[in-house]
T-cell receptor, first 112, second 116 residues
């Protein structure tokens, strides 16, 4: 079963707009929550990650919001650019084995 | 830093043959490497975890006799798809971590396998 549920499956945003992707998890043992960006035919690249002792983390135009009680976390992409058009995956892992459980992915299209 | 390479980047083979994919950590020692499989427009599914010098551990449903993993050194892990069939056609991606306290894994660029 998928341990991390991701939505939406796809979204279209205008240049300069905000893209928001949501993820939810069940396993309370998860203690590391990364987001990856993947372009077609390429491996995923780490964008930003958060641990459950922090509610928000910002790096440039990318922000993770984390709600431990709701077991949810989200990625906000501010001032979206055409170069941000890609598939984004949330993931989660524990320090016991570091195995990543990935969400289903969200394809983001930024229209110029 | 923290670069992971894969070779080949793509391979086409005939049904019934075996294919070896290499995953190398170029600038760090990878105590643990992970192998993933990704079908078109789908997510990454973990196939197995390999630790240097020990046998790989496979996820449920992954045939260990079909997908042979060898992690013989701290910078190299190999995945061999034995007796490949068209349903094995997929994008295979490896990742590596250095064994320190940081959870971050570094991903390779992937290998596209097409079995005819």
């Amino acid at each position: 079963q998928q341990q991390v549920k991701q939505s939406p499956q796809s979204l279209i945003v205008q240049k300069g707009g905000i893209s928001i992707i949501n993820c939810a998890y069940e396993n309370t043992a998860f203690d590391y929550f990364p987001w990856y960006q993947q372009f077609p035919g390429k491996g995923p690249a780490l964008l930003i990650a958060i641990r459950p002792d922090v509610s928000e983390k910002k790096e440039g135009r990318f922000t993770i919001s984390f709600n431990k009680s709701a077991k949810q976390f989200s990625l906000h992409i501010m001032d979206s650019q055409p170069g941000d058009s890609a598939t984004y995956f949330c993931a989660a892992s524990t320090q016991s084995d570091y195995k990543l459980s990935f969400g289903a992915g969200t394809t983001v299209t930024v229209r110029a | 830093g923290a670069v992971v390479s894969q070779h080949p980047s793509w391979v086409i083979c005939k049904s019934g043959t075996s294919v070896k994919i290499e995953c190398r950590s170029l600038d760090f020692q990878a105590t643990t490497m992970f192998w993933y499989r990704q079908f078109p427009k789908q997510s990454l599914m973990l196939m197995a975890t390999s630790n240097e010098g020990s046998k790989a551990t496979y996820e449920q449903g992954v045939e260990k006799d079909k997908f042979l993993i060898n992690h013989a050194s701290l910078t190299l892990s190999t995945l061999t798809v034995t007796s490949a069939h068209p349903e094995d056609s997929s994008f295979y991606i490896c990742s590596a971590r250095d064994g320190g306290p940081q959870e971050e894994q570094f991903f390779g660029p992937g290998t596209r396998l097409t079995v005819l």
